[in-house]
Nanobody, 128 residues
């Protein structure tokens, strides 16, 4: 059974940085795609970034490209989301997700319904 545990959320001023971590366990993840999503109150879950566990393929929407960086440490079974130049509109609960897949595209990675494993979420609040 896949388990995902996020950490690293908190309160930060606009323009600041945070690094989120997602500790993964329960499976070998070499054939998984790992995604970060966020959900603000009253809004739908939004794609933030994704990475293919094996290889260097990463995926970002326009809203986070150039500000956020996803990476993974295979030795620690951990995925990171480095968030820079944070804006108040980045305020949300951030979720880590994982899905086994034999192939991946941006459109697969950005769709939350494609992921069957989710963490509990971590709150990120950006003050203006």
């Amino acid at each position: 059974q896949v388990q995902l545990v996020e950490s690293g959320g908190g309160l930060v001023q606009a323009g600041g940085s945070l690094r989120l971590s997602c500790a993964a366990s329960g499976r070998p993840f070499s054939s998984y795609v790992m995604g970060w999503f966020r959900q603000a109150p009253g809004k739908e879950r939004e794609f933030v970034a994704a990475i293919k566990w094996s290889g260097d393929s990463t995926y970002y929407p326009e809203s986070t490209k150039g500000r956020f960086t996803i990476s993974r440490d295979s030795a620690k079974n951990t995925v990171y989301l480095q968030m820079n130049s944070l804006k108040p509109e980045d305020t949300a609960v951030y979720y880590c997700a994982a899905q086994w897949t034999s192939s991946i595209s941006y459109y697969f990675a950005k769709t939350p319904e494609n992921y069957s494993n989710w963490g509990q979420g971590t709150q990120v609040t950006v003050s203006s």
